[in-house]
């Protein structure tokens, strides 16, 4: 049970390139999430999804889209790298009611945007 | 809409000193919160979470938390800190059709010897 993955672990992009973060789970859970993480600013929702086929945007969607096709799957996609998108991208998942709502966070993939 | 206040960007203790770390909660309904731990480089794990049942919530790593609803607070304690317990932590409230988490700012925790 590898639990949240995500790939890859670290990235320099190039302003206006794009590129995808990957993110799998392998515990079947419904709700998938991604946040990213800025010094001194905690966590923001960028895109959630409460199953396949069925995404939507949290409180920083700009410059990013997403896709739910299979449970296990939630790609991030960035279309147009700004310096702005300079982050810590965290992928999550979790079940919800009766579960107790928690959220599984995987490793982290640090992007630079140059 | 909810939002979590962590007072405090810095908290320093000595090694066996209590730890206290507060997290203050705005919530139109029963919240769900919760306590997640960050070591450098890692991604989050979580500590303990609250969820109606009861106030006293006891997590790993003997932390506990208590849910109080009068002061809107849900303060993140340990009797007796650890040189292992440095890393940063952050309170998080749940909402919304898929529970997603209204993270706070996070408390960064050094232990001294």
């Known amino acids: 049970n590898a639990g949240v993955t995500q790939t890859p672990k670290f990235r320099i992009l190039k302003i206006g390139q794009s590129m995808t973060l990957q993110c799998a789970q392998d515990?079947?859970?419904?709700?998938m999430y991604w946040y990213r993480q800025d010094p001194g600013m905690g966590l923001k929702l960028i895109y959630y999804?409460?199953?396949?086929?069925?995404?939507d945007k949290g409180e920083v969607p700009n410059g990013y889209n997403v896709s739910r096709s299979t449970t296990e799957d939630f790609p991030l996609r960035l279309e147009l790298a700004a310096p702005s998108q300079t982050s810590v991208y965290f992928c999550?998942?979790?079940?919800?009611?009766?579960?107790?709502?928690?959220?599984?966070f995987g490793p982290g993939t640090r992007l630079t945007v140059t | 809409a909810q939002s979590v206040t962590q007072l405090g960007s810095h908290v320093s203790v000595s090694e066996g000193a209590l730890v206290l770390l507060r997290c203050n909660y705005s919530?139109?309904?029963?919240?769900?919160l919760f306590w997640y731990v960050q070591y450098p480089n890692q991604g989050l794990q979580l500590l303990l979470k609250?969820?109606?049942?009861?106030?006293l919530v006891k997590g790993i790593n003997g932390f506990e938390a208590e849910f109080k609803k009068s002061e809107t607070s849900f303060h993140l304690t340990k009797p007796s800190a650890h040189m292992s317990d440095a890393a940063e932590y952050f309170c998080?409230?749940?909402?919304?059709?898929?529970?997603?988490?209204?993270f706070g700012s996070g408390t960064q925790l050094t232990v001294l010897p």
């Open positions: 515990m079947n859970h419904n709700y």
């Open positions: 999804s409460v199953g396949a086929g069925i995404t």
């Open positions: 998080a409230v749940s909402s919304g059709s898929a529970r997603q988490l209204t």
């Open positions: 609250y969820t109606s049942a009861a106030t």
């Open positions: 919530s139109s309904v029963p919240p769900y």
């Open positions: 999550a998942s979790g079940q919800g009611s009766p579960h107790g709502y928690e959220q599984y």
